[in-house]
């Protein structure tokens, strides 16, 4: 129970510097749209290929961006955390009586909220230049479930990697190291029949195309419940395995002051 409070506490902390700069939602919203409009325009002939499979571009890109938003964001989680150690804020609560576990789980909630809430404003902007989302309600959540777990997945990666290097250059290169060839060996915007065979291989092990496809397949008319769960699945093993990362960096981080 402590543990909970503790994280509803640091989740409040985190909520309210949020609330501070509430112009940080809209400005992480400019990369998306840029996304979905743009992009939008650009590739809508791709359909025309033999394959694609889908004859509007715009409906095949917006779970993707959804997904994409989530994993952009979470890159970059791993910052505040840099400024609250340069701060001395982390080592003011290692002193404190408060749940270690807290310090990482409250700042995870804090962004798996602000990632609900820009994925619902992603949806509707969708919705405004022409997709479709089937199942309705049910499709969406499951589309904002997987990219709330990518995020918290790679929140945790980030938090983790901010605590082992604690600079933000090194920091900053290594997510960019990581985020964009993901970015680009997913279905987030092509047709994994259109790619080449080395990436149709590499495709299987990317945890963004996991939440892509699952969250691709919840809002189509004829969705494959059974592949969702295993993807969703592989998204939760993936969330575990980087929170046990993000935990013995915190501890190694410990130990070091």
């Given at each position: 129970m402590?543990?909970?409070r503790d994280?509803?506490h640091?989740?409040v902390?985190?909520?309210m510097a949020?609330?501070?700069?509430?112009?940080w939602?809209?400005v992480?919203?400019?990369?998306?749209v840029?996304?979905?409009l743009?992009?939008?325009?650009?590739f809508?002939?791709v359909?025309?290929?033999?394959?694609?499979g889908?004859?509007?571009y715009?409906?095949f890109?917006?779970?993707?961006?959804?997904v994409?938003?989530?994993?952009?964001?979470?890159?970059w989680?791993?910052?505040p955390v840099?400024?609250?150690?340069n701060?001395g804020?982390?080592?003011?609560?290692l002193?404190?009586?408060?749940?270690r576990s807290?310090?990482?789980?409250g700042?995870l909630?804090?962004s798996?909220l602000?990632?609900?809430?820009?994925?619902l404003?992603?949806?509707?902007?969708a919705?405004?230049?022409?997709?479709?989302?089937?199942?309705?309600?049910?499709?969406?959540a499951?589309?904002?479930?997987v990219?709330?777990?990518?995020?918290?997945?790679f929140g945790?990666?980030?938090?983790?990697?901010?605590l082992?290097v604690?600079?933000e250059?090194?920091?900053?290169?290594t997510?960019?190291?990581?985020l964009?060839?993901?970015?680009f060996?997913?279905?987030?915007?092509?047709?994994?029949?259109?790619?080449p065979d080395w990436?149709?291989?590499l495709?299987?092990y990317?945890?963004?195309?996991?939440a892509?496809?699952?969250?691709?397949?919840a809002?189509?008319?004829?969705?494959?419940?059974g592949?969702?769960?295993?993807k969703?699945g592989l998204l939760?093993a993936f969330?575990?395995?980087?929170?046990?990362?993000?935990v013995?960096a915190?501890r190694?981080?410990?130990r070091?002051?």
């Amino acid at each position: 129970m402590k543990a909970l409070r503790d994280t509803q506490h640091m989740t409040v902390r985190h909520l309210m510097a949020l609330w501070r700069q509430p112009w940080w939602i809209a400005v992480s919203l400019v990369q998306p749209v840029i996304w979905l409009l743009l992009f939008g325009a650009l590739f809508k002939s791709v359909t025309d290929i033999p394959g694609f499979g889908s004859t509007n571009y715009i409906q095949f890109l917006a779970p993707g961006v959804v997904v994409m938003t989530a994993f952009f964001g979470a890159g970059w989680t791993g910052m505040p955390v840099i400024e609250d150690i340069n701060r001395g804020v982390i080592d003011r609560f290692l002193v404190s009586p408060v749940r270690r576990s807290s310090l990482i789980s409250g700042r995870l909630a804090s962004s798996a909220l602000t990632t609900a809430i820009q994925s619902l404003i992603i949806v509707v902007l969708a919705l405004i230049v022409g997709a479709t989302f089937a199942n309705s309600v049910p499709g969406v959540a499951v589309l904002i479930l997987v990219s709330v777990l990518l995020g918290s997945a790679f929140g945790c990666l980030s938090i983790g990697l901010a605590l082992l290097v604690r600079r933000e250059e090194t920091l900053i290169a290594t997510v960019q190291f990581l985020l964009l060839p993901l970015s680009f060996i997913s279905v987030t915007f092509m047709q994994k029949d259109l790619m080449p065979d080395w990436m149709q291989s590499l495709v299987k092990y990317n945890p963004l195309n996991w939440a892509v496809e699952a969250g691709r397949s919840a809002v189509t008319p004829d969705p494959s419940w059974g592949a969702i769960a295993g993807k969703t699945g592989l998204l939760v093993a993936f969330l575990c395995l980087c929170g046990v990362f993000a935990v013995r960096a915190f501890r190694t981080y410990q130990r070091a002051v």
